[in-house]
């Protein structure tokens, strides 16, 4: 359970912050506060709650101005660390027009990519805890269209097979990415490049099937949402429910339906993409990771499943580093930000969500927004990047002894 007495206000009283914050320039916000805070950190053991508002504000500031600009309609961010909630913040609209609602801290999310990190990959790896598989195990011994070809299932969980993308056949989505998948099998040696492709998860997600005989949704619903309590996490989520949108096609707009074309035409369920969850869910599971696989005294994941899950793999020597599943160092990791340990790790999704995670820190960050513009991507990588940095600088610091 949250302890809600944790959970920082991010609104300063008024008066107390400048009214000019959102004019000012937000690389001057974090070189000031970067500067600034590890100081401050080290001289309050217990930080006034009117100095910590003030000092959480600049993160509200970094959300306003991408509102502002443009880059999205709006972001819930949770901040934690393996016992309680930090921060929280909702700011703008769930939707694309005036009339949408507010976000609010448990509006529902399609996380897009994540779905390979809080379903897919854990799915694979408690199967491999138990013994059903190996990281070393041939694709085609589950696959057997993929005879004769060098894969294995440590390739498809590091974007190692040399497997790229491709529109699937509506008529047949999942025979289609399994037959393109095993056509392009061996046109470049598995392992010696990363080159990261969602086939990759389709059939790591198909595998949870052939194994269990049950949906991926229904294993993890089983094994992982509903023991961890994780109520509002779902494949096809209630329409009902309070949920964010996204953008697609032409000017389309898709809510509580899976945004990844890919992802729609597998029925909403699929390896990389189709989970929908809010950033108080996602930080239930990631503080099941923190506390090395059990939570509120319940196992979900073994301590050697999360370490080996996380454990780096290096590619490109050493200049592409890879977790199973998660990203570590690679084009991608921008949520890393400038201050997260080399031993952190997170992921992406294409809808404009990200996590990061700092076990040395003891620290995580949950970034979910409505993104709008998703040809600035140099843009939204710096706010998922600077909302990171200025995390590591508020929270992790203050651990440090004086």
């Not at 393996?82 to 976000?103: C, H, I, M, W």
Request: net charge positive; proline share 5%.
């Amino acid at each position: 359970m949250l302890n809600r007495k944790s959970v920082v206000s991010s609104r300063p009283p008024d008066g107390f912050f400048p009214s000019i914050l959102p004019n000012i320039s937000i690389n001057f916000l974090l070189l000031f506060f970067v500067l600034l805070l590890p100081f401050s950190a080290r001289v309050n053991a217990e930080t006034d709650p009117v100095e910590e508002a003030g000092r959480t504000a600049v993160l509200d500031s970094i959300l306003q101005n991408a509102v502002r600009k443009k880059l999205i309609s709006g972001a819930v961010v949770l901040i934690g660390n393996r016992s309680e909630t930090l921060y929280t913040q909702a700011v703008g609209k769930a939707g694309f027009d005036k009339n949408s609602k507010p976000l609010e801290i448990t509006t529902i999310f399609d996380i897009a990519s994540l779905t390979k990190v809080f379903a897919t990959t854990p799915a694979i790896i408690k199967l491999m805890d138990q013994g059903q598989l190996s990281l070393l195990d041939p694709v085609s011994k589950w696959f057997p269209e993929f005879e004769g070809k060098e894969i294995t299932i440590l390739n498809l969980l590091t974007h190692t097979s040399g497997l790229h993308d491709s529109q699937l056949k509506a008529d047949a989505p999942l025979e289609s990415a399994i037959k393109r998948s095993s056509l392009y099998a061996g046109a470049v040696k598995p392992g010696t490049r990363f080159l990261y492709a969602d086939c990759n998860f389709i059939l790591l997600g198909n595998l949870v099937r052939r194994i269990t005989s049950m949906g991926l949704d229904h294993y993890c619903f089983e094994k992982f949402y509903t023991p961890l309590k994780m109520k509002n996490t779902a494949f096809k989520p209630d329409s009902s429910s309070s949920i964010a949108a996204t953008l697609g096609g032409k000017n389309g707009i898709y809510a509580g339906e899976v945004q990844d074309p890919n992802a729609r035409l597998l029925g909403g369920v699929a390896g990389h993409a189709g989970l929908f969850s809010t950033a108080e869910d996602l930080g239930i599971f990631i503080r099941m990771l923190l506390n090395n696989g059990t939570l509120n005294s319940r196992m979900i994941l073994s301590a050697r499943a999360v370490s080996q899950m996380t454990a780096p793999y290096y590619f490109r020597n050493g200049k592409i580093v890879r977790g199973l599943g998660w990203d570590r160092e690679s084009p991608f990791s921008s949520p890393k930000g400038t201050l997260f340990s080399e031993a952190s790790f997170g992921h992406t999704g294409y809808s404009g969500t990200s996590v990061w995670i700092d076990p040395d820190s003891d620290l995580f960050v949950v970034l979910l927004t409505t993104r709008l513009d998703y040809k600035n991507i140099r843009g939204f990588n710096n706010l998922r990047s600077n909302i990171s940095t200025v995390a590591a600088s508020l929270f992790r610091l203050r651990k440090q002894p004086q």
